[in-house]
């Protein structure tokens, strides 16, 4: 089979070769510096946050690989294919990148898992590898419609989205830890190709058959509330005194307006 | 889970983002005029290899992700996962560079699929894919040393190593297509990380549990024969006048060696 390079797919994985980057060449120096001036509570803040996304990363990759198998399957999709393999071996980078932090600034264990709640364990270790899973035996559109919008679209398009804006209100915004502010800069890069491509990959879905829509919005619908509710945990730990004047609404608005704008997007495939 | 950077298999992880390559960025100007010099006989020697690793690289790529999903299920083998994020993006990306080389240096449609004799369909299109879709629904140890066996010792470790040695003594030694030698010098350095995981994968396997050598022994000794025809069916096409002097009893006693060098390096686990 030969390949279309005009279909976005490619025009994202010609992309994901240039921007390319080694979680191992940022620098921490200053990090471990404004890390040991940090209050306990500031550090438990920054510590919840990484152990999320830790977590996340990880769930992350170990859950993507059926979509790619799924799509095998599904027809002639080389170009999706492709795509998928830099997804995958970015997803690898991004555990790499939070576990390094954790090495060189932390420099101490953490129980990253008492930092879950509910909500998080409901989305990331039920609803994910459920969906995903289920594509190994079942690649119908209708599968990777509801796999697409639960990793694609809450996962990376509502939840890492709104972690990413916690790192820039808690530390960007005060000149603080460059290398993390830095690394999440390129996480988020990344992350922009996979949200990109599980909106063409949906629309596509839709397209060619509307009753996906429903399909898709009933999905999107039931996650939202979990993801949202997983947002308002985090700050009830602190009941709603979060260090760095973090506030629940701004941030519960925020994965508000990042579901409208993904829902938007898909909506408009259908016409 | 927390990354073991010690482990072989980060090691090359780590390599692999040291030695990425971009296949966009290899120039074929010379190629495309020494292609044009080349006869009739010479240009289809080298079209029939293109083709061979072409399509190779596509099977190899559709069908590696269901290794990654039986690790991943066998347990607590992040650093194998990651690593084998790095082989599946380079899979993809040995296929787009066989794809540019027909584009930007043959520049009209070949029917690959005509220079593909019974071996190769054997091996690419019933063991490849049987061994590794295996792996969905039985990811036992057993079921990985045969995939990995198929999959990294015959198909990397012994065809693909033997077709570079076809593309050096028809090309390299004659200082031809420069642009085409480069890109396999890359996709050779590629694959040698992938073998070494392979090697690494059955010598672990084997040390948990001997028994599995006789599975291994047995699964590369019924493969050998058909990889060996595979190369003669190559030079039986030509009648053994194969252009480019290339001759069949070096091939097949290269293939050979390779294939004796991965035994010994898994047989020296059982130790």
Known sequence: MRICHQLPPMLDYHKAKELIWDPRTISLSQDQRDWAAMTPDQQEVILLLCSLFHMGEEAVAHDLAPLLIAIRRSGAYLEDEMFLTTQLFEEAKHVEWFDRWFDEVVKRPIEMSSFLGEEYKTIFY??????????????STRAQ?????????????????????????????????????????????????????????????????RALWDVIQNRLNSLLPVATGLIQDIFARYENQMPFGLDVTEFVNYAARQFNFRVNAIERAVG
């Open 126 to 139: 039920e609803e994910l590898p459920k969906s995903l899973n289920r594509l190994l035996t079942d690649h």
């Open 145 to 209: 419609a509801e796999a697409v919008a639960t990793y694609h679209m809450i996962i990376e398009g509502v939840l890492a989205e709104t972690g990413y804006h916690g790192f820039v209100r808690a530390l960007k915004d005060r000149n603080l830890m460059p290398g993390l502010v830095t690394g999440i800069r390129y996480v988020q890069q990344d992350e922009a190709r996979h949200i990109a491509f599980g909106i063409y990959l949906l629309q596509r879905l839709v397209r060619a058959d």
